[in-house]
C-alpha cells in the first residue's frame, strides 16, 4: 500500500501532490527546488546554494521515510540551463561521496516559484 511522507524539513507542496510515496522498498519523492523551509524562500547564492537546499529538502524526506542517501539509486537534475551543469555536479558529489546513483540532467525553459534547479530520486531499502 502506497504511504505519503511529509517532513516539515522540506517545503510544503505548492500543488496536489505528495513531498514522497513510499511504495516498499521503494521512495519516490516529488522534484525539490531551493526552498527553504522555515523560511519560506529560495536560498541565496545561486544554482550551487539552491542545488544545496535542494538535496538537503530530499535527504530530509527520505530520512522522514526511513532511508539515507546512500539508497538513492536513481536521481533526475531539471536545470534552467545547461551552463549551471558543473557547478551543480560539484555539490551534488558532496551528498553522494561513495558509489552515486543513476542520473538524468535535463535542461528544462522553467522550473516552479523561479528555480534554476529540481532535483528528484527514487531510493531502494528494506
Not at 41 to 50: L, T
Amino acid at each position: 500500500m502506497p504511504k505519503a511522507i511529509h517532513t516539515k524539513h522540506a517545503p510544503t507542496p505548492v500543488g496536489p501532490y505528495s513531498q514522497a510515496i513510499r511504495v516498499a522498498p521503494f521512495l519516490y519523492t516529488a522534484g525539490q527546488v531551493g526552498l527553504i523551509p522555515e523560511e519560506g524562500r529560495m536560498a541565496e547564492g545561486g544554482v550551487q546554494a539552491q542545488a544545496e537546499q535542494a538535496l538537503k529538502n530530499l535527504q530530509h524526506i527520505i530520512e522522514t521515510a526511513g532511508g539515507k542517501m546512500e539508497h538513492v539509486i536513481k536521481t533526475t537534475v531539471f536545470l534552467t540551463t545547461m551552463d549551471d551543469f558543473k557547478p551543480v555536479n560539484e555539490v551534488y558529489a558532496r551528498f553522494f561521496p561513495g558509489t552515486p546513483p543513476a542520473r538524468s540532467a535535463v535542461a528544462v525553459s522553467g522550473l516552479p516559484v523561479g528555480a534554476l534547479v529540481e532535483i528528484e530520486a527514487i531510493a531502494h531499502w528494506t
